[in-house]
């Protein structure tokens, strides 16, 4: 598996999910699936390329989050914000369609 997979979306970025039609906003990329063998037989069902980027995602109007693998989503065309109780923790404000990530301090 390759480490320079490109990223089809980024963190801020918000998504739909082809399947299952939830809209979210990716808090985090993975170049490749990083979760474990037992994870992947029993909860993605698709058999997505585990090559491939897999996206770490907050789901709008709940307090689910989501692992996802890039084909599995498309840009969101709402294009507005999520309700979900994290959303601070992860990012500053929103604004022109994406959120801005908050500024990590040492």
């Known amino acids: 598996m390759s480490d320079t997979a490109t990223a ?3 963190v801020g970025q918000l998504v739909l999910h082809r399947l299952f039609e939830y809209r979210g906003v990716v808090i985090d990329v993975d ?3 990083k979760g474990t063998d037992d994870w992947y037989d029993h909860m993605a069902r698709s058999k997505p390329p585990k090559d491939r ?3 770490h995602v907050l789901v ?7 692992y996802v693998a890039e084909r599995n989503l498309q840009p969101d065309p709402k294009g507005t914000a ?4 994290d959303i601070s923790d992860y990012f500053d404000h929103f604004g022109a369609g994406c959120y801005v990530a908050r500024q990590k301090s040492n």
């Open 82 to 85: 999520i309700d979900h109780p």
């Open 53 to 55: 980027p897999w996206y």
């Open 60 to 66: 709008d109007g709940g307090e689910m989050r989501t």
């Open 8 to 10: 089809e979306f980024a």
């Open 31 to 33: 170049p490749y699936f």
